[in-house]
């Protein structure tokens, strides 16, 4: 019996030092992953600073999400504080604890568009996989209206991979790098509204993509919530139906869409119009 009982703590105590190692090599692989530099194409934009474009750029950050994570005033704020993770959306502001102190016109671009830090690093949570496609003529209103922005103080802790969420990074749970996009985003100007099928499928690749796919059809989880649906049968409503579904959060058949899943509250803010064009794009599909 002792020698049973020997044997079982030995090995008891060999599988907890292989789990020690194990989980020790995948904290340094995700603390490596994290780290890691991206060598990111840029574009060369120019900050649009003419009045103009400071409102459209004011309104693109509204109806493009911004202000959903960064909050309306743009200051930032702490949006998870879990095990794995602590999650900041900054402050884009030049007051104190504000990214706009110092952060050049390239500096917001490669976070925007690209989805890194001015170092280089991933900045982990942050959808420029959408922001990508972005025009230059959009990005360079944002910018244009970031750097109009008043200094708000609002000190945040940083984004931060904890050590749960190295393990899973190292593991392969949880990609650092989902968001950075190397290659250099697209040039020109965006689409005019008034070009209905061009600005639809503009906006449709851009933003419903992102979580639909580029065929529309869905069917890849994006995280804990609801998998993301086909789309394509939108395109084949009224258009009427579908600006209403959009604008409230609920289908023609009185199914009340998934809000944090399904950014309706962002939509309300799109005029008829716009929502008319991505319907119009999703029909020809």
Known sequence: M????????????????VLLLSGTALFVKGGRAAGQQYMVNTGEVVAATDSLAVVHGQRLTTIYGCTDCHG????????????PFRVVASNLTPGLGGIGRNFSTLDF?????????????????????????????EAAAIIGYLHSLPPIDNELPATELKPLGRVLAGSGGFDVSSEVSEQAPPNGLAPAVSDQLEFGEYQSKMLCAYCHQNDFKGGVPMGPGPVPSDINPYGK?????FVETMQTGVTPAGKELDGEAMPTKVFKLWTEEELAAVHAFLASL
């Not at 002792?2 to 030092?17: E, N, S, T, Y």
């Not at 925007?112 to 990508?132: D, E, F």
């Open 72 to 83: 309306q005033d743009l200051s930032g704020r702490v949006m998870i504080d879990a095990p």
């Open 109 to 137: 671009d490669r976070a925007i568009r690209n989805g890194v830090r001015p170092g280089g690093t991933s900045l982990l949570i942050m959808p420029s996989k959408a922001y990508h496609k972005m025009a230059d003529s």
């Open 2 to 17: 002792k020698k049973i009982l020997k044997w079982g703590g030995m090995i008891l105590l060999a599988i907890i030092v």
């Open 237 to 241: 409503l009224p258009v009427e139906q």
